[in-house]
């Protein structure tokens, strides 16, 4: 496969379970104040499909506990394109968020690949958020990063994943703490991700 260092990988997002679920994950993570917007519980109702443009579910941090809120996937710089992708650096995050999925459609130069956990469950992917004003719309931009063994034979990128664990070991607490964890920016370990062709293409 050829070098795209460059170019910038697209993706959708499915997520196919209801808010209780997610919240379960957070929970079994050490997570204990947890609160869910009624926008994003009406949202993660039944089976989501997720694409650049559309509204999405997105954790992070609000005065000490984790919010289950409602963001747009895309944000409009004032000086350029809609930003719907952001390449992950060791540089401050900002705003750091979470996206919950139960399956990912990765654009490839050939065919479209589907992305889901081997052991049954719900990804995180990592991602910053933007709030024009207060009160606004939240905008979000998801992360992406040096493909992991498990991706690599399709793709140059995968997007973010942070994994979901009990405490003490790091989880997805830690990366919507304010410093983003850095520790925890990296492709997804060997054996976790189950990766083979997708039946359908991403949204243009």
Request: glycine content about 8%.
């Amino acid at each position: 496969m050829s070098d795209h260092s460059d170019s910038i990988p697209h993706f959708s997002l499915t997520l196919t379970s209801p808010s209780d679920n997610v919240l379960d994950d957070w929970s079994s993570a050490g997570a204990e104040r947890v609160y869910v917007d009624p926008d994003a519980d009406a949202l993660m109702d039944g089976d989501l499909e997720m694409a650049p443009g559309n509204l999405v579910p997105v954790i992070r941090a609000d005065h000490g506990r984790a919010l289950a809120s409602v963001g747009r996937w895309g944000r409009i710089p004032q000086d350029g394109a809609t930003e719907y992708f952001r390449r992950c650096t060791g540089q401050s995050l900002g705003y750091p968020g979470l996206i919950p999925a139960t399956e990912i459609i990765l654009e490839t130069e050939s065919d479209p690949i589907s992305i889901k956990l081997r052991d049954p469950g719900r990804m995180y992917i990592g991602c910053m958020y933007f709030q024009p004003a207060r009160g606004a719309l939240i905008h979000v931009v998801p992360l992406y990063l040096a493909a992991g063994p498990d991706i690599a034979d399709y793709s140059v990128f995968q997007p973010l994943l942070i994994p979901v664990n009990a405490l003490p070991r790091p989880g997805i607490w830690d990366f919507i703490s304010p410093y983003g964890a850095r520790h925890l920016r990296k492709p997804s370990e060997a054996g976790t991700l189950l990766v083979e062709q997708a039946n359908r293409r991403t949204a243009a």
